[in-house]
C-alpha cells in the first residue's frame, strides 16, 4: 500500500530536523541577510518611536487650554524635525510637522485643516495668533514605545528577513544581523542518457534540465547547492561522487538529494548504489512523483526523488520544500487558495494528483499540459500547482480546487 | 478631489513605459538568470522529447503482434537506456525503461505490471517469452515534439525566469540566456530628523529605516538599487544628489524615487527641490501613502514617497510594484486571495485603506497593529496587505477582504 503524501511529508520533516542543529551563525550586513533566516532571538535596543511625536502636520497644544468653543492661541516658535523641541507654554500653540517631538507641556496635536487660519503663519510675523477647535489628550500623538518597548522581544530566532523585518532592524539603529549558515545540499542527476546541456546529444540521450529546475528552485529556497553533475548508471561511481561528500571535512553537506534510479526498472542506480544504507525506497500515493527514496547515507540525510523533470519538481514543491519551511524556517510558505477548474479533470483514484495550471485573474485555472511527467515546456508556462486529492476521481468544470501558487 | 488607486497605478505605468526601451542586453549562465526577465524571444532548437520514447518501464511491441486475447512475444536484447534502440523483430518484445527510446517497428509500451512474469527476465537466459496484454497503438509512448516542437516559441520576450523556464532552457540543450539589464533606481531618504543606523541618535531623531525597507523590497522585485544615503532638509542638497545621477554618464539611473518631503508640511524638501520640474505633489485617496510626487526630474522618471516608513512600503506595493510587473516583466505578482476578517474593522470613507495583516491557515486574517503608518514592527509581524475599498467604511468579523500576501 502506498504511503500517503502527508505522512512521507512527515517523514522528510524528520529526517531533516537534526540538520539546523549541526549549522553555525554568520553575521550580515542587513540587505545580505534578505531571504535568510534569523539565528537569536532580536530584542528592541530602544523603543519606537524613540520619543512621543505629532502623527500630523499641526499645532501641538495644551488640551485643557481649548475650551468646548475653541480658542485663539498664540503661535510659539515652530518644532523644528530632528532637534529636541523647546516646552511649550500655556496659551502657545506650536507648529509642528508630522514625526516631530511633542514638546514638553503639549498634550495633543490639532490638524492644520482644522485652524483658522488653515496655514502655517510666516515665522517671520510677530505676534501671530490661530483659532483651534478642542483636541482630547493624546489626539494625534505616537506615544513613544506604542509600537514596540525597549528590550521586548522585536524578532524571533527563525524569523525570515524579508524587507519589513530588515527595515525595522535598520528602525532600531542595527546595521547587521546574525543569521543562520544555509543548509548546504548535495544534488547529483543520474542516468547513463543524460547529458549536459552544451554537450552534443547522440541518439537516445536527453539533456539535463532536473540539475538546473532543481538547484534554481533550491536556490530560491535559501539552499546552497553543490552541483555534482551526472552520474552515469554504475552505482560506484555515484558513491564516489556522494562520499567526496559525506565526510568530516569542508566538503560535507547537510543532505543529499539525487534524482532519477528509484523506480522499479532494471537498472536503478541510486537503489543500487543505496542497497547497504538505511534508505528506504517506496511508491508515494502520489503522481507524478510517485516513486521516492528517503534515509541517510553515511549518516547525511537522503532524498531520492524519480527522474522526469516534473516529478523532479513535485517531489521538491511537496515534500522538501515546506520541511525546509517547518523545519529551517525559510522559504515562505506557498501561498494557497482556491480556483474554478475552467475544464473538467479526471485523476487516477486513491492517488493525489498535482497538475500544472495558470491561475487566472478571474479566480479560474486553466491545466498547462496534460498529467505527463515530461512535459517540461508546459511546466514553464504555469504559475500553479493543482491538487486533486486521493479520493476524487473527477472534477467538472467550475469545481474548486486548491491550488499552491509558485 | 484626490486621484483614484487605480487612476495613479497607471500614471506609474505611464511614467515607466519608456524605460525598458532605454536598457540594454546581458547574457548571462543560466543560474545567474534566476529571477531575472528574458530579453528576446525564444525559439526550441531542437524538439522536447527529442525522440519517442517510454512513458513505463515494460515492453516495447509491435501492437499487431498481440490479437484481443494476448499473446506469449520472445524477448529481445533490452533497450539500453542513452543510446540508439535497434529495430524491434516482429514477434519480439523489447524491455524498455521509462525514457529509453523505443526501437523501430514498435509502437506501443505494454506496462511490467501487465506481463506474465511480472518481472523483467534474465539478460543471460536465452530464449525467454512474456505473456502479454494488447495495447492500442501508441500506448505509452511520448511523441517526438509532444511536449515542444523544434522551431517554434519556447518563451517569449519578456518572461520571468524562474526554475521551470530556466529547466527548459537546460532541456533544450542552452546554458546561456539573454535578459534584459536590470532597470536601475536612485533611491534617496529625506529629513533632518533621519539618521543612519548606526549613528548617535540625538534628541529628536530617528533611524532611516526607509532606506533599508525601500532597497531590500526593490532588491527583490529585481532592480538595481544606487544608494544615496539621507538628503537633509535643503532643497541645494537633495537637488545636488540628484544631479550626479541625471547626467548621461555612467551614473544615470532610469528612476528616481524619494522618501519624505511631499506633504503639505512648512518644509517639504522634495516638494521644494521639483518646483520647477514637471512634477505634480497629489493626494491619492489611499491610507496610508496618500501624498504622491510623480513627474520627470532632468528627464528621469521620478517618485516621491511620503516619509513614513509603512506608507513607503504600500506606495511601493501599490503603484511600483505593479507598474514593474506590467512595463518590465518582472517580479510576479503578488498572489491575491479573499480571507474573511477576524475582527471588525472601521475605514475613513473615500480612502482605500490597506492595512498589514497576518493570514493564518484557516483562511482569516487578523490585523496586525492599528492604521497608524509609523508602526513598523507591527509590519514586521504581517504576511500581507488587507485592502478595504473606498467606499466601505465598516466591516464586521467574518466579512471576506481581498488580501494580497507578501
Not at 76 to 88: F, M, N, Q
Amino acid at each position: 500500500m502506498p504511503r500517503s503524501v502527508a505522512a512521507h511529508h512527515q517523514a522528510v520533516v524528520e529526517l531533516l530536523t537534526g540538520v539546523p542543529a549541526n549549522k553555525g551563525h554568520l553575521t550580515l550586513p542587513l540587505l545580505e541577510a534578505l531571504g535568510k533566516v534569523l539565528a537569536v532571538d532580536l530584542y528592541a535596543p530602544l523603543s519606537l518611536p524613540p520619543f512621543a511625536n505629532s502623527q500630523m502636520d499641526g499645532f501641538a497644544v495644551r488640551s485643557a487650554d481649548i475650551p468646548d468653543g475653541g480658542a485663539e492661541l498664540r503661535v510659539a516658535e515652530p518644532v523644528p524635525a530632528g532637534a529636541a523641541a523647546p516646552a511649550l507654554k500655556p496659551g502657545f500653540a506650536a507648529p509642528i510637522m508630522t514625526g516631530a517631538m511633542i514638546p514638553e507641556g503639549a498634550d495633543a496635536v490639532v490638524p492644520i485643516e482644522k485652524a483658522i487660519p488653515n496655514t502655517f503663519p510666516d515665522p517671520a510675523v510677530k505676534d501671530a495668533v490661530v483659532e483651534l477647535p478642542p483636541a482630547a489628550p493624546g489626539t494625534y500623538i505616537r506615544e513613544r514605545g506604542s509600537d514596540i518597548g525597549k528590550g521586548t522581544l522585536a524578532l524571533a530566532a527563525g524569523t525570515l528577513m524579508g524587507p519589513a523585518q530588515l527595515g525595522l532592524m535598520a528602525a532600531l539603529g542595527l546595521t547587521t544581523v546574525d543569521i543562520r549558515q544555509p543548509c548546504r545540499v548535495l544534488l547529483v542527476t543520474t542516468g547513463d542518457e543524460v547529458v549536459e546541456p552544451g554537450q552534443d546529444l547522440t541518439s537516445g540521450k536527453i539533456f539535463d534540465s532536473n540539475g538546473t529546475l532543481l538547484e534554481a528552485s533550491m536556490r530560491q529556497a535559501g539552499l546552497e547547492v553543490v552541483r555534482a553533475g551526472i552520474s552515469d548508471d554504475r552505482p560506484a561511481a555515484l558513491l564516489a561522487v556522494l562520499r567526496r561528500h559525506t565526510g568530516t571535512g569542508a566538503d560535507r553537506v547537510d543532505l543529499i538529494v539525487t534524482t532519477g534510479g528509484v523506480s522499479k526498472g532494471a537498472y536503478e542506480v541510486v537503489k543500487q548504489a543505496m542497497a547497504d544504507q538505511p534508505v528506504e525506497f517506496l511508491p508515494v500515493a502520489m503522481q507524478p512523483g510517485g516513486p521516492q527514496g528517503l534515509g541517510t547515507f553515511d549518516g547525511v540525510p537522503f532524498l531520492g526523488f524519480p527522474g522526469n523533470p516534473v516529478s523532479c519538481l513535485i517531489s521538491f514543491e511537496m515534500f522538501l520544500r515546506p520541511a525546509l519551511t517547518q523545519v529551517l524556517g525559510t522559504p515562505a510558505p506557498r501561498p494557497v487558495l482556491r480556483a474554478r477548474l475552467s475544464e473538467p479533470l479526471t485523476s487516477p483514484e486513491g492517488k493525489h494528483q498535482v497538475r500544472r495550471g495558470t491561475v487566472e485573474s478571474n479566480g479560474t485555472v486553466r491545466m498547462e499540459g496534460g498529467a505527463g511527467s515530461h512535459l517540461v515546456h508546459a511546466l514553464a508556462r504555469a504559475n500553479s500547482l493543482v491538487h486533486v486529492p486521493g479520493d476524487v476521481t473527477e472534477l467538472a468544470e467550475g469545481d474548486e480546487v486548491e491550488v499552491w501558487m509558485l
